[in-house]
């Protein structure tokens, strides 16, 4: 598999300047949010929700290089589990959240170890993680304990620990902000411990990664693991954020393949990369949206398909490293 | 416009009241001149202010629409689309709201795709962004859910049409109204149909077959069915769920055949009816007294066409049909007819019923303020007029948003035609019972 | 349990396993191939519907009549996807190579729905509702003649495969791409046709189910899972496991919704699938190779 510019240390993809203006950006973004109507600020959440989901997405799709096509399972079992747990038993989101990412990184470990024991790759790891997800699905949509096809609502509530997520935008907003930036910051740690080495070895070469003493079925387990766990995070602030809850938005396909696809497109194995993925499409697919018209039905989800088959025929990187190969192009690696 | 008179009159004051040497000669010599060009612009700026005033447009309304535009239900949503057309252009090609100076309604579409999370996206983007005054829709019960949640916490008033399931109005929500019947109210009806035709035929019922596709949509029918039938004294002797999307159903309906019920109640969107009444044919069977539809795929036309003569006698429930003894009813069936050129599907009619309920709203409460169109759609009372062509006397709501006095008809394939059959006093012709 | 019901499920089973079989053969051969795993196989089942049902409806022919137009069109249409699309991500990633028909995919199921609106539509022939009785149970006719045109298409299939020259190319390439190219193969032509001849399977599968299932632009998904579930049960690239495992497949789905709510039968598939998937990854077959075995 051919790899993208993978640099181990060093100002990354987008050299000094370019951290600087980002800094300068994460700065203003913190006050901003005032100053914008409703609307915009929503968008914004939106974008930044799949920028977290995707990067966590990319921990092990990215840098470890195992396509998961299932990552809504740890997405949903975090929402259903926080949910459940606040609809029945009064217990704060906040205390949800973990409880739900431990039983995501459970299944995570679980699958990951049925998996990498028996030696399933590519394709074949990829069906599996597909197969995981459809049947929580399935059996989300018959139990009527989890909501079944109603789904489940979740009340206002006035509660000190919900009140964060559910009183205003502008809360909600500085939440998934705050997760995003853990999200960078615990990849880019990632990068620069050896683990990232490992994973770098695991993913272009894992045999030859194994003979050199790299265990790689520990390594992918545990990459794995840390992903379903921030996913399942991610997957509570949904539910907080729309207070809705119902199998196929959270459990189905179409969402797994979307953490993957703003991954993929925006640059697997860069830390940039997911978070462009999701501000190109995720913004894209809601403007794409308010253009429907008579006749519209299903024409932007073929522009967005066809999108995808350009991306993948023309820039299989990603935008991220294309971008820097222009900016960079004496870089060699 | 007089303030606007006013302040270009201003300077003429000012000069007046300087008085150096220069100005005073220069007034004294072009005082005849000064007093033409101010009468003059006086009257150029009143004759501006009049033709600005005529030919200002009036207001125009937003009104945001919640509908399927893409994914598996656009199939009925891009029909129900339809519905809320007729009805606007109507309404504006009659001088728009009289109360607000003839302004007319613009509707502005968000497409959910099926999907509460998408729904609420574009809840937003129609409230916050594009500023509607109300939000009309959306189909899908889960959908619909999610979305009034919302509308509720933004306070802005949402005419449910056509989602049926019991929940939406039972959460002490002050911004939501529902035109529809609750899906278990549906429940009631059907089993009233049951009574009613077995008294008059003496082909009574005594077991039933539930058979519902397995998302919100089936899954609420099929609990109030359940619990209808027990309070009518019918006994469930099968409850079957099925995916909506499902490629082969032979098994279950073999199931069925076996346990040989007298009547199927049966819950499924477009693609499965038309599987199941292919499947029973193919397996040469027909419950012994009949098949009955709970509104979804077996009341859209396409069922008909794309079942052929499968569909002959299917009964179903429904919430309009063209054949109904009410004044307006079949001139909306014709207005539709003309200008889209197929048949109105029950959904057109209650989103066409809903607009026109908006409007009435929107003329009582003389404004496009939010909270004042919701005290208004509180106080709806609906007995004639263009929004009553559904099959009951007056639209209304009680205290959590509910339309009161809902009921439902039972129409009948026959001929390949839906009619009427059932209350008898507004049915066109008899049933036939059995459907066999 | 009324012995005649299971055996009115196995028939059925039987019956629709020919279909699921043709499906699967077509996926397996584009694997063993070319290693592509065509995530838009369904997709191109549902356009055989519609063109079966367009015909239908403008020119009056049967539907089995556009089983023989669909071997040339599909064929075609396969080798221009492949040349077109596949092509330039062969040598890339393989997680590419999946985006890029899931991608495909996404992109046909909506342009049907653009152009052919998302309006459920049958196709009614005289035969659609003919069957035969073989004691207490129905044998429906229209499924019938799918499962044996299946089956008769498989079987040419496999003696293109196994007997004649552009056959044995196939396999040539698809055990070993260097060494065929070597031996002076078109490499490349031959991805093109196997391609073809893979999405071809598909389309003629659609037009063999037209007459007895409704067709819609969102058909494709569920044949497309359905097949995956075949090919690994009997060994992806297997030949005749393909042919097997269809026939398992549809038996097994069956029988299982007779005992679990119909909703949950798919949960059986998926869970069967992970077990293969893990434990016995070469298929129920067992025959450990990673190439078009036939």
């Known amino acids: ?316 990187e990603g935008m991220v490293p294309t971008i820097a190969k222009r900016l960079n192009p004496k870089r060699t690696c | 416009m007089s303030g606007l008179v006013l302040l270009i009159g201003l300077p003429y004051q000012d000069k007046r009241l300087q008085t150096t040497p220069e100005t005073v000669v220069a007034r004294r010599e072009s005082k005849g001149g000064m007093a033409m060009k101010r009468l003059l612009s006086i009257v150029l700026l009143l004759a501006v202010a009049l033709t600005l005033h005529c030919g200002k447009k009036p207001e125009q309304i937003k009104v945001g629409i919640l509908l399927p535009l893409t994914g598996p239900q656009a199939i009925t949503g891009l029909k129900i689309k339809n519905g809320y057309e007729v009805a606007v252009d109507e309404i504006n090609s009659r001088g728009g709201i009289a109360s607000l100076r003839g302004a007319k309604i613009t509707l502005v579409y968000g497409d959910t795709e099926g999907k509460p999370d998408v729904g609420e996206s574009e809840t937003r983007r129609l409230i916050e962004k594009k500023g509607v005054c109300a939000i009309v829709g959306c189909f899908q019960s889960s959908v619909a859910t999610a979305t009034t949640a919302l509308a509720e916490r933004l306070r802005t008033p949402y005419v449910v049409d056509n989602p049926m399931a019991d929940e939406i109005t039972e959460r002490g929500f002050a911004y939501v109204f529902r035109i529809t019947a609750k899906s278990s109210w549906m429940a009631r009806d059907q089993m009233r149909f049951l009574k009613d035709i077995g008294a008059k035929t003496g082909k009574n019922v005594a077991t039933i077959a539930l058979l519902y596709e397995d998302t919100d949509f089936g899954q609420s029918n099929a609990k109030g069915q359940r619990e209808s039938a027990a309070e009518f004294g019918y006994r469930v002797v099968a409850d079957f769920s099925y995916s909506s999307q499902t490629s082969d159903i032979t098994s279950t309906i073999v199931k069925i055949k076996r346990i040989n019920p007298d009547v199927i109640l049966a819950t499924s969107y477009d693609t499965d009816a038309v599987l199941i009444v292919s499947t029973m044919a193919q397996l040469k069977y027909k419950p012994t007294l009949g098949f009955v539809g709970s509104t979804g795929g077996y009341i859209n036309p396409h069922f008909v066409s794309a079942a052929g003569a499968l569909s002959e006698h299917v009964l179903t429930s429904s919430l309009w049909n063209q054949d109904l003894k009410k004044p307006g009813a079949r001139e909306f069936y014709d207005r539709y007819k003309r200008r889209f050129g197929e048949d109105p599907v029950p959904q057109d009619a209650i989103a066409y019923a809903a607009i026109y309920v908006l409007r009435n709203a929107l003329e009582q409460s003389r404004s496009t303020d939010r909270d004042k169109i919701r005290d208004a759609l509180a106080k709806t009372e609906i007995r004639s007029g263009p929004a009553d062509i559904l099959p009951y006397d007056v639209i209304h709501f009680d205290s959590s948003g509910q339309n009161m006095d809902v009921s439902l008809v039972m129409v009948q394939i026959i001929g390949g035609q839906y009619v009427t059959v059932w209350p008898f006093d507004v049915a066109s012709e008899n049933a036939i019972w059995p459907t066999r | 349990m009324d012995i005649s019901v299971l055996l009115q499920a196995t028939i059925n089973g039987l019956l629709i396993g020919g279909v699921y079989s043709l499906v699967a053969v077509g996926l397996t051969l584009i694997f063993g191939v070319s290693r592509i795993i065509n995530f838009a196989h369904g997709e191109f089942l549902m356009l055989g519907m519609y063109l079966a049902y367009y015909v239908n409806a403008k020119l009056g022919l049967s539907p089995y009549i556009s089983v023989l137009i669909c071997i040339p069109l599909f064929m075609a249409l396969g080798a221009v996807v492949q040349t077109v699309l596949v092509n330039p991500v062969m040598k890339g990633p393989q997680d590419i190579q999946i985006l890029l028909t899931v991608a495909l995919a996404l992109f046909l199921q909506n342009a049907a729905l653009r152009f052919f609106y998302p309006t459920v539509r049958g196709l009614s022939i005289r035969s659609s509702t003919y069957s035969l009785s073989v004691g207490n149970t129905l044998i429906s006719f229209p499924r019938l003649a799918a499962s044996i045109a299946a089956i008769g298409m498989i079987l040419a299939l496999y003696s293109l495969l196994r007997y004649t020259g552009i056959g044995k190319a196939i396999r040539a390439c698809s055990e070993d791409r260097e060494g065929a190219f070597l031996a002076g193969i078109n490499v490349g032509r031959i991805f093109a046709v196997a391609f073809g001849i893979g999405i071809a399977c598909a389309g003629i599968a659609g037009a063999l189910i037209a007459p007895f299932y409704p067709l819609s632009p969102f058909t494709g998904t569920v044949f497309t899972l359905t097949a995956f579930v075949v090919v690994v049960l009997g060994g992806m690239g297997d030949f005749l496991g ?40 070469s298929g129920l077959f067992g025959r450990k190779r990673e190439w078009l075995t036939v």
């Not at chain 1, 990215?62 to 609809?87: D, E, I, K, M, N």
């Not at chain 1, 990184?105 to 590519?122: D, E, M, P, S, V």
């Not at chain 1, 993925?277 to 949206?289: D, K, P």
């Open chain 1, 1 to 316: 598999m051919s790899g993208s510019p993978f640099r181990l240390s060093g100002p990354g993809a987008i050299g000094y300047v370019g951290w600087g203006i980002l800094v300068l950006a994460a700065c203003l973004s913190l006050v901003v949010p005032f100053l914008l109507s409703p609307y915009v600020l929503h968008l914004i959440i939106l974008v930044l929700l799949y920028a977290y989901l995707s990067q966590c997405w990319n921990i092990v799709g990215g840098y470890a290089g195992q396509l998961s096509l299932g990552h809504a399972l740890f997405f949903g079992t975090g929402a259903y589990t926080s949910t459940l747990l606040f609809l029945h038993y009064s217990v704060t989101p906040w205390a949800g959240m973990l409880i739900g990412a431990c039983c995501a990184a459970t299944l995570g470990l679980a699958i990951g170890f049925l998996c990498f024991r028996y030696g399933l790759k590519g394709p074949y790891f990829a069906l599996v993680t597909i197969a995981f997800a459809e049947m929580a699905r399935l059996v989300a949509l018959n139990v009527t304990v989890l909501g079944g096809a109603s789904g489940l609502q979740i009340p206002l509530h006035e509660g000190a620990g919900a009140a964060v997520f559910q009183l205003s935008n502008l809360s909600a907003y500085y939440v998934i902000y705050g997760m995003t930036i853990l999200s960078v910051l615990i990849v880019n740690a990632m990068r620069h411990n050896s683990i990232g080495y490992f994973l770098l070895a695991i993913r272009e070469d894992e045999l030859g990664a194994e003979a050199v003493g790299v265990n790689p079925r520990k390594y992918k387990l545990v990459s794995l693991v840390a992903s379903a766990f921030l996913t399942a995070l991610g997957g509570t602030f949904y539910a907080q954020y729309y207070l809705f809850l119902e199998p196929n938005s959270s459990l189905g396909i179409g969402v797994s393949i979307t953490f993957a696809v703003n991954a993929i497109i925006g640059g697997r194995g860069t830390i940039l990369g997911p978070i462009l993925g999701s501000l190109l499409l995720t913004l894209s697919g809601e403007f794409t949206r308010s253009l429907v018209t008579y006749g519209g039905a299903g024409v932007h989800m073929m522009i967005f398909g066809a999108i995808l088959m350009f991306t993948c025929i023309f820039l299989p």
């Open chain 3, 242 to 281: 393909a042919l097997f495992g269809g026939f398992l497949i549809g038996v097994c789905e069956s029988l299982a919704a007779i005992f679990i709510p119909a909703s949950l039968k798919q949960v059986v598939s998926f869970g069967l699938f992970v077990l293969i998937l893990l434990f016995r990854p």
